[in-house]
Structures are given as C-alpha cells and as structure tokens.
C-alpha cells in the first residue's frame, strides 16, 4: 500500500509541477510559429505583442498615468532651481550686450571712459530678481494651459505602446523574470503540492471508494 500511496504522490505532484511549468514556459515558448499542417503554436507574447502592447498603453494611461496627471504632480516651487536658472542666464545675456555696447560706443567717442561695471552689476541683479518673481508669477497659469495642451498632443498610451512593442521578446521576457520571477516559480511549486494532495486523493478512492 505505501508504494502506492508513494507513487501516486509522485506521479501527481510531477504532473501538477511540469503542467504549470509549461503553462508559465508558453508565455514565451516558443518565439516561432511551430507549424505542422493545419496546427500552428507560438507563444503568447510573442504572438500577440503588438497586441498586449497596446492593451498595456491604454491600461497606463486610463487607470494609472496620464500627461495631465503628470502636470499635475509639478508643483511651482519644485521648479524654483529651473526658473533660478532661466532669470541668471536672461541676466547674464543682457549683461553682456549692455557691457559690449558700452565697450563700441567707447571706441567710437573720443575720452570717452565710462566705469559703469559696478552700476551695471546692480542693475542686472535687480533684474534677474524681477525676472524670476515675473516667472514664478505667471507659472501656475502657464502650467495649467501646457497641460491641456500637452494632454491634447502627447498620449502616454502611444508611447508605453511604442517602447513595449519596440522591446525585444527576450529583453522583455527578461524583465518579466526580474519582476515576477518568484511569482511564477511559486505557481510551478503550487501546482507540485496540489498535484501530490490530487495524487494522494485519488489513491484513497481507488482503494477504499471504488468497488
């Protein structure tokens, strides 16, 4: 009896762990059409990746992310460095051309030597403090008219779409090993324990159930 139980056990449980073993292999075995007359097998993602590609595009963009969404998640203040950066390089510019004007109009008039570098200094700088208030003023304004926009113009779903379909089926089934590689390796080792309870239920209906 217990080589029996034994065998049952076994045989349950290595069916259950090589069926789901293959339920998982065939998401992306085989990468070519097996063809053998009227019988055509591929792989799931590699059959339909444009397809699942797509789905994954919409998924994104109508229940997770979309670019008015991410419009949204700016806040003005995150782009202080930025609009500290725009007033200096604007200051920086009209400094130059004030400094080189000064500088040819110096060469064409005779005792003509003005000092104003400091002046000059002053003066920018309580411009780019002006430009940068001025910028941060109009900014909530200026981001809520770019979302509209952008969210007219840019789709998500398009480009998730685009770089999923682009991805090659082995760097993508790559991926999908580092994300849910546990997972899957505990849907295998699921179906090993159910296929031995099967085994083992089966068994003690045989023996003792059926006459």
Partial sequence: MIYGLLFSALTGGFIGWITNWIAVKALFHPRDPIKYRFFEYQ????KRHKELAKSVGKLVEGELINAETLFERVKPEDLDPIIAKIAAKVRGDIETRIKNG????????????????????????KAEAEIAALIKKQLPSVLEVAAKDVSEKLS????????????????????????????????????????????????????????
């Fill in 156 to 211: 998500v779903q398009e480009i998730v779409s685009e770089k999923i379909s682009e991805m090659d089926i082995m760097k993508l089934e790559s991926l999908f090993e580092r994300i849910a590689g546990r997972e899957m390796a505990a849907i295998v080792n699921i179906g090993g324990i159910l296929g031995v309870v099967v085994g083992v239920t089966q068994f003690f209906i045989q023996k003792y159930l059926i006459i």
């Fill in 43 to 46: 792989g799931l993602m590699p």
């Fill in 102 to 125: 000064l500088a040819e109009f110096a060469a064409k008039v005779p005792f003509f030597n003005l000092k104003a570098d400091s002046f000059i200094a002053s003066l920018m700088n």
